[in-house]
C-alpha cells in the first residue's frame, strides 16, 4: 500500500568549480555533509573533464576563474551537452548556480543569461547555496516532466 508520498530521490551530483583550492574544500565538504555527491573541478578545462566522466545535476559554478571566467567554462560546457559526440550519454545541459564575489554585471554575455538559474554573492551562508541547489534542480526536473514524449 502506497502513501503517496514520491520515491527518496538519490543523492544529486554536484560539478563544484573553484579555482582558489580553500573555497573548493570548503564547498566539498559543505556540500558533502549535507548528502550531496561532489566533483570537484579547480578551473574550466578541469570542469569539462569531470563532466564527462560523472553524471551530474547540477553545476555550482565560480565567475572569476582562470584560464576561462565561469561564462566561458558554461557556454563551453553547453558546447559540450549539446554536441551528441561529446554529450555524456543520456545528460542534458545542467542547471547552473552562479558565485561571485561581485554582484551580477548589468550585461551579460547572452549564453551565461540564458543559462543562469541562479547567482550568489559570497560571502553567503551554506543554506543559501543548499535552497539554490534544491530550487534550479526542481525547476528543471519539473520542466523535464512536462516536455513532450
Known amino acids: 500500500m502506497s502513501d503517496g508520498a ?9 560539478l563544484v568549480v573553484d579555482d582558489e ?4 574544500e570548503l564547498l566539498d565538504l559543505t556540500l558533502g555533509m549535507r548528502g ?3 566533483w570537484p573541478a579547480s ?12 553524471p551530474i545535476d547540477v553545476i555550482v559554478m565560480d565567475v572569476l576563474m ?3 571566467d565561469g561564462f566561458e567554462t ?4 553547453h558546447a559540450q551537452y549539446t554536441q551528441p559526440s561529446n554529450a555524456p550519454p543520456g545528460q542534458r545541459m545542467p542547471p547552473v548556480v552562479f558565485l561571485s564575489g561581485l554582484n551580477p554585471p548589468d ?6 543569461e540564458k543559462l543562469i538559474q541562479t547567482y550568489l554573492v559570497k560571502p553567503f551562508r551554506p543554506a543559501d547555496l543548499v535552497q539554490a541547489i534544491e530550487n534550479v534542480w526542481e525547476a528543471q526536473h519539473r520542466q523535464s516532466s512536462t516536455d513532450p514524449i
Open 6 to 14: 514520491p520515491p527518496p530521490r538519490r543523492p544529486l551530483h554536484l
Open 21 to 24: 583550492q580553500q573555497i573548493l
Open 36 to 38: 550531496y555527491t561532489v
Open 43 to 54: 578551473d574550466g578545462p578541469q570542469a569539462l573533464e569531470v563532466s564527462r566522466q560523472h
Open 66 to 68: 582562470a584560464p576561462w
Open 74 to 77: 558554461v557556454r563551453r560546457l
Open 107 to 112: 550585461a551579460l554575455p547572452e549564453l551565461a
